[in-house]
């Protein structure tokens, strides 16, 4: 089929034009739906409930075609959806280099750093999150837990999922910082903080005074504006998200006496943005 879209994104956005503007998006029907114009199908989604994985696209040797799992106990119900995604991305963009399938845990499906991991990724944010949608319901409004709990409601992923989105989507200079026991495991910057250098790298204590830092004494804010010095040398207002398992923590930074990117920034190839990101 030589039509046929070949990469992540406009796979996602052909997918999105034709399931039309309804959230959310439900990865299962058109996983099922839209693979059946292929030889070797989608023939069934189902729980497979392994210790340390979250999906697999997996091959069925009788019946030719292929199987999408996920693990049933993701104890956030919008993780299986974006699960899904990503495992219906690896199954579009990935299947012919991949015979023997994919096995994917929790730190492939977000954040990963493997190429095919990165693109399944992009796809299950572009097809579960449209820019357009997404850009729709946060655009001008002052990032909060709240907002981000409203998308993550309407796209039915997670709030990682979302925060992430917004990094990548907002022209403001942000930062997403992922921690675990009060060391960074990984950060991701928007266009505009990758531009003025600001970067975590992975293994860093988390600053004293960092509101993903007060964890031990039960904060119960979520939201703070701190001086410089902290987390950068400018003002931050930091948005944290107290993961409820994994001692993981999740911190929006906002700099926001730095610089917002031009109209039409955007327009750079969305992969090549992507990229940058996790270099
Ligand atoms: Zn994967």
């Not at 075609?65 to 495992?87: C, D, F, Q, V």
């Not at 505009?192 to 960092?210: Q, V, W, Y």
Request: hydrophobic residues 40%; aromatic residues 10%.
């Amino acid at each position: 089929m030589k039509s046929d879209p070949t990469t992540p994104r406009a796979w996602a956005n052909t997918l999105v034009r034709m399931w039309g503007p309804r959230f959310p998006v439900d990865v299962q029907q058109i996983a099922l739906e839209y693979s059946k114009r292929f030889e070797d199908p989608v023939r069934k989604i189902a729980e497979a409930p392994v210790p340390n994985f979250e999906g697999a696209l997996a091959p069925l040797s009788k019946r030719g075609g292929w199987a999408i799992l996920y693990n049933p106990n993701i104890r956030s119900a919008g993780r299986i959806n974006y699960t899904l995604g990503h495992e219906w991305g690896h199954y579009l963009c990935h299947r012919h280099q991949a015979p023997a399938g994919f096995e994917c845990g929790e730190s492939d499906v977000l954040g990963g750093s493997r190429q095919q991991e990165r693109e399944a990724d992009l796809f299950a944010s572009y097809l579960l999150m449209p820019l357009d949608d997404f850009r729709a319901q946060v655009g001008g409004q002052r990032m909060s837990l709240d907002l981000l709990k409203h998308c993550a409601d309407r796209y039915d992923v997670s709030l990682t999922a979302s925060a992430l989105k917004w990094i990548e989507s907002t022209p403001l200079c942000a930062a997403v910082v992922v921690a675990t026991n009060g060391f960074v495991l990984w950060c991701r910057r928007s266009a505009a903080a990758t531009r003025a250098r600001i970067f975590f790298p992975s293994g860093m204590e988390l600053p004293d005074g960092a509101l993903a830092a007060a964890r031990s004494s039960l904060v119960s804010q979520d939201d703070k504006d701190l001086p410089p010095g902290v987390w950068w040398s400018r003002p931050t207002r930091e948005v944290v998200i107290f993961a409820d398992h994994y001692e993981m923590t999740i911190s929006l930074l906002m700099f926001e006496d730095l610089g917002v990117l031009p109209d039409g920034w955007e327009n750079e190839d969305a992969e090549d943005v992507f990229d940058r990101f996790t270099r």
